[in-house]
């Protein structure tokens, strides 16, 4: 307990983890040394360090947003970094409370201005957003990047119309009339697979059907040709049905234009769908980050495992339960010492006491793959193969 | 649509009957069952020095020694078909819808309402737009403020506001406004005297701030519980997340949904007090439907208090209406449903 909130023991145990929330991205860390001869891959840096990769068209450095609290300070995002290219999909998986969408809402720059302190670096195409002027940061929004909400009923606003909806998301970013921007409006309708697009542009969301909102959801999120494609769980409110059709929508409008893809999600399905990386995020950090053949094949951190043995799959013989990661997500104000995950792990016993006292380091495994585990690779190995993998 | 109205009406008519009868059963019933006699009744309408035998001729003359359901018969009758009075110097006519003739002053009591309605229609108009302006935007503001300094102030000029009966702020307004600063009129300025429009806000200026005060507390109240739930919905984040400019945020998507419940309240208290603003009236020497019926009251009039306590029924009822038709118009989900 007093660990958790202690931020020497975190740095002392952890030989990447930044100092504290003055970092910037050009700081260096004693492991960079360790990746200089991975430089050719352009997930170098993800560890935590690093300037962003060649391609990198968004790059997220040390992220910390952190809400004080009359209880102490949440730590939802604790040094987060990734890079995106354009073009790529990155999924972001994890339970509820592990950081998924404050990271998403830290981007947008969607948080309450006052209730919470962002450090780090987000940079969008070398815009750093980070401390940028709220009004910089909404002029990109909307425009540069765009967010698909979990809950379209929600999400729309009730009294107006989609078209509404859509002409006004246009016409802040483009100067055009409003007969221009509906025309826009009902072509997005049409190119997001809305039969009949200009009857049902003056329709109010809840003449829509759930996958119908989603779709027009998705049309306002990318009328005005976002470079970044934020969805956060946008399947999870959805039939299964419909979430096989949103899921493809998203891949085809993704190659049509070209965006960088964040796909949030708990849903390790929907990411094997769409990713090309994928990052699953723990109590406000990554845990482990690869591409998303590697993360199903040849996962590397216990709590990845807990995740894939909850998925139920309906193409096995249904031979046991499913296993659940046994208890719940961390108290982000709390944060357990050492590697946050050892009071859920069941392997927490073969470090030496080392998953207790000491932050697992974000070390590379395999090329291109990195995760947050004391256990070494030969254990692992041995671990995946004769106790998890046969139970998938 | 249509049989939505006529049920509509339907109802009203009967709420209307409904509140006759009781109005009339309060004013009859209940002296009676104190054990007061038809002449004891009757002896209030005539001279201090008549006889028994003038009493009782008063009393056979308004009706009171028929059965109760039969006078209220006649009235109901009076308003469908309109009726004839014996005013004791001849007979009157009086059309329909016909609301009686005053016992007091032989007067029939429609016109003398209508004569009335103006001011306390000036006085309500007047007061609603400043409070609904008023208490809106210090709602918003409080809400977008929550929890600083101008927050709780306002919110404590709130509870001032809903605290404080009218008849303590009116008075302290007159004393301060009228007879200190000599600013206005010391009340009784009727609005229907105005030469100008700049001299009717002279004149009603008091009377509208005060009544004005009361309401815009509240809806300042309500406008900021409204507010702080709809700036939580996910649609305003989907607003912001489209780059939308923060007020526009607020006005637009936020404010737009917070006011639909206040228009229906708004039309209600609207309603209301187009059935007389008594205090107020009262208060400044206003002539109008409220002032009437504190009069009607006072002299045991029951034409009078049957006549206003309808139309202010009709008014409640006609801004019922009004708004459930009106909320059709506002929420898109009510007109499909």
């Known amino acids: 307990m007093s660990q958790s909130t202690n931020e020497p023991t975190e740095t002392g145990a952890d030989a990447t983890a930044p100092t504290g929330g003055t970092t910037t991205a050009t700081e260096k860390r004693p492991r960079r040394g360790d990746k200089g001869k991975l430089s050719a891959n352009t997930l170098d840096g993800i560890g935590g360090m690093g300037a962003p990769g060649p391609d990198a068209f968004l790059s997220v450095r040390d992220l910390r947003v952190h809400f004080p609290t009359d209880d102490g300070v949440v730590k939802s995002v604790d040094g987060l970094s990734f890079d995106l290219a354009r073009g790529k999909t990155l999924g972001i998986v994890g339970e509820s409370g592990s950081g998924k969408s404050v990271t998403s809402m830290s981007i947008m720059g969607l948080h309450k201005p006052g209730t919470v302190r962002m450090t780090g670096s987000v940079k969008l195409d070398d815009t750093e957003l980070v401390g940028a002027k709220p009004e910089q940061v909404r002029a990109l929004r909307g425009k540069r990047m765009a967010m698909i909400f979990q809950d379209p009923l929600s999400a729309m606003h009730p009294f107006y119309t989609v078209g509404h909806q859509i002409i006004e998301a246009y016409k802040i970013h483009n100067k055009v009339s409003t007969a221009v921007a509906k025309r826009h409006a009902i072509d997005m309708l049409g190119r997001v697979g809305i039969p009949e697009p200009s009857s049902r542009v003056d329709d109010y969301p809840h003449q829509f059907s759930g996958g119908m909102r989603q779709r027009a959801m998705i049309a306002m999120a990318l009328s005005c040709d976002p470079e970044l494609l934020i969805a956060d769980e946008p399947t999870t409110a959805l039939d299964v049905t419909v979430q096989a059709q949103i899921l493809d929508l998203i891949r085809d409008l993704q190659s049509e234009f070209n965006s960088a893809v964040i796909l949030i999600t708990h849903d390790l399905g929907v990411v094997a769908e769409l990713s090309d990386d994928i990052m699953v995020m723990y109590a406000g950090r990554s845990v482990e980050y690869s591409s998303a053949d590697e993360v199903f094949t040849r996962p590397q951190h216990p709590y990845t495992w807990g995740l894939l043995s909850s998925m139920p799959r309906l193409d096995r013989v249904r031979t046991e339960r499913l296993r659940p990661i046994a208890g719940a997500p961390p108290s982000l104000i709390n944060v357990p010492s050492g590697c946050p995950f050892h009071p859920r792990c069941a392997y927490a016993d073969r470090t030496d006491g080392l998953s207790q006292t000491v932050r697992p380091p974000f070390a590379q495994t395999h090329p291109g793959h990195y995760s947050a585990c004391h256990l070494s690779p030969e254990e692992k190995q041995a671990i995946w193969e004769t106790d998890i993998r046969p139970t998938l | ?337």
């Not at chain 2, 309408?45 to 009706?63: D, F, M, N, W």
């Not at chain 2, 000029?157 to 206005?184: H, N």
């Open chain 2, 1 to 337: 649509m249509l049989t939505y109205l006529i049920r509509r009406l339907l109802a009203a008519v009967l709420l209307l009957a409904i509140v006759s009868a009781v109005v009339f059963a309060i004013f009859f019933l209940v002296p009676r069952i104190g054990g007061a006699t038809v002449d004891d009744l009757a002896s209030r309408y005539v001279g201090k020095s008549a006889g028994q035998a003038q009493i009782h001729e008063t009393a056979v003359r308004l009706g009171f020694t028929d059965p109760i359901w039969v006078q209220y018969g006649r009235f109901v009758k009076g308003i469908v078909a309109g009726a004839d009075y014996n005013t004791g110097a001849g007979i009157d006519h009086c059309p329909a819808p016909c609301l009686g003739y005053s016992y007091i002053t032989q007067n029939p009591v429609l016109p003398d309402i209508l004569d009335r309605l103006p001011v306390t229609l000036i006085l309500a108009a007047g007061a609603a737009v400043l409070w609904l302006v008023g208490g809106v935007a210090t709602g918003v503001i409080s809400a977008l403020r929550r929890g600083s300094v101008l927050d709780r102030g306002l919110m404590g000029v709130a509870l001032a506001g809903v605290s404080l009966p009218i008849f303590f702020t009116g008075l302290l307004a007159l004393s301060i406004f009228s007879y200190g600063l000599k600013w206005t009129y010391a009340g009784g300025a009727s609005p229907m005297d105005a030469t100008s429009p700049l001299d009717l806000v002279h004149r009603m200026l008091l009377p509208w701030i005060t009544l004005a005060f009361l309401y815009a507390a509240a809806y300042a109240r309500l406008t900021r519980a409204g507010m702080l739930e709809t700036m939580n919905e996910d649609y305003i984040r989907t607003a912001r997340a489209k780059g939308l400019p923060e007020r526009d945020v607020v006005v637009r998507h936020g404010l737009r949904s917070a006011l639909t419940p206040i228009l229906t309240i708004f039309g209600l208290d609207l309603g209301l007090l187009l059935g007389g603003a008594v205090l107020t009236e009262t208060t400044f020497s206003l002539q109008g439907i409220g002032y009437y019926a504190v009069q009607a009251i006072n002299n045991n009039d029951l034409p009078k208090v049957l006549g206003v306590t309808l139309v202010a029924a009709v008014f409640v009822i006609i801004a019922s209406l009004i708004v459930d038709l009106l909320y059709a118009v506002v929420d898109p989900r009510v007109r499909t449903s």
